[in-house]
C-alpha cells in the first residue's frame, strides 16, 4: 500500500534541546529514525523529514533524506505535517504516517500498521495505536493516556483518567489486594500509543480547527478531531515500543542500547 512517511525534527526541544542531532552509536537520532522508517520497505522518496532548523536540515541532507524547511512557530507536530503535505502538493486521499524524530527504537512494522488500520477504514480520518494495560500503577497515572473504543475499533475518548471507570472492579481493588484484583480485569484498559496516520484531506481540516476546551482540559491534542466530529481508528497490539527520547536520562539509555546491541552482534 503507497503511503507518506514524515518525521517532524524539531531543534528546540524545552528538556533536550538539539535532540535530533544527539548521536546515538556515532549517528544522530534523526537518522536512526530515518532508518526504522526505511525499515517499513515503503521507497525513500515517500519518506521526509521535517525541521524548523538548518543544522537538522543539513545534517539530514547530508545522509541522504528527503528534507523540507517548515515553519519554526507551529504549535504541533500535526500542523508540520499538514504545511509539508501542502508543500508537496499530496492529494486529499493520500495517507501520512508521522512518525515522531525522537523515536530511534520504533518497529517498522507498527508504521504499517497505522498506514494499513486507516487505509481499512473509510470512516476514519486518522489511525493510531493502543495496548492492553497489565499495571495498575499505569491505570491511576495521568503520564499514561487511556484511549475507549467502540465496537468498530473506532475511538470514544482519550483520557489521562482511569477509563473506563469498572465501578465494581475500583470497589473491589479499594477493599481488597490491588495487585490480585486487577489480574482479572487487563482487557478493561488501553493504553493509548502516540502514533498517527492521517488522510491529507484531514490535516488540512485540522490546522484549521480550534483548541477543544476537552483538548486544553486534558493537554491531549487528539481531542480536538474527536470533538470536531473526526473519527479516529485505533488498531490493537499487545505491547508498547519502547519509550522515546524525552530527556537526557532517555538518551543515555537509548545509547546503551545500541551499544549493547553492538556487542551481542560482534
Same mark, same amino acid.
Given at each position: ?33 530515518? @532508518?526504522? !522508517?526505511?525499515? /517499513? ?8 523529514? +521535517? #525541521?524548523?532548523?538548518?543544522? &537538522?536540515? $543539513? ?52 508504521? @504499517?500498521? !497505522?498506514?494499513? /488500520? ?8 486518522? +489511525? #493510531?495505536?493502543?495496548?492492553? &494495560?497489565? $499495571? ?131
Amino acid at each position: 500500500m503507497s503511503y507518506k512517511i514524515v518525521i517532524p525534527a524539531r531543534y528546540g526541544s524545552s528538556r533536550l534541546p538539539g535532540k535530533p542531532l544527539a548521536l546515538i552509536n556515532g549517528r544522530p537520532m534523526v537518522w536512526h529514525v530515518w @532508518q526504522r !522508517a526505511l525499515e /517499513t520497505g515503503i521507497p525513500s522518496v515517500d519518506i521526509w523529514v +521535517a #525541521t524548523d532548523d538548518q543544522r &537538522i536540515y $543539513d545534517a539530514a541532507t547530508a545522509f541522504g533524506a528527503n528534507v523540507v524547511m517548515t515553519d519554526v512557530n507551529h504549535s504541533c507536530g500535526t500542523d508540520r505535517l499538514a504545511e509539508v503535505a501542502k508543500l508537496q502538493g499530496w492529494a486529499d486521499k493520500e495517507i501520512v504516517v508521522n512518525v515522531q524524530g525522537d523515536e530511534p527504537l520504533l518497529p517498522a512494522h507498527l508504521i @504499517q500498521l !497505522a498506514a494499513d /488500520t486507516l487505509a481499512a477504514d473509510r470512516e476514519s480520518g486518522i +489511525a #493510531t495505536l493502543a495496548c492492553p &494495560i497489565v $499495571d495498575f500503577e499505569q491505570v491511576m497515572a495521568p503520564q499514561c493516556v487511556k484511549v475507549v473504543t467502540n465496537a468498530a475499533g473506532q475511538a470514544l475518548y482519550f483520557s489521562r483518567a482511569p477509563i473506563p471507570w469498572d465501578r465494581d472492579k475500583f470497589a473491589q481493588l479499594q477493599s481488597t489486594n490491588a495487585e490480585v484484583a486487577f489480574t482479572s480485569t487487563t482487557t478493561s484498559w488501553l493504553r493509548h500509543i502516540g502514533l498517527y496516520a492521517y488522510k491529507v484531506s484531514t490535516l488540512m481540516s485540522l490546522s484549521d480547527l480550534p483548541v477543544s476546551p476537552v483538548e486544553q482540559l486534558e493537554s491531549l491534542e487528539q481531542l480536538r478531531a474527536l470533538w470536531h466530529g473526526i473519527k479516529i481508528a485505533v488498531a490493537r497490539v499487545e505491547q508498547a515500543p519502547p519509550h522515546g527520547v524525552d530527556t537526557s536520562e532517555d538518551l543515555a539509555r537509548i545509547q546503551q542500547h545500541f551499544e549493547s546491541e553492538i556487542q551481542t552482534t560482534y
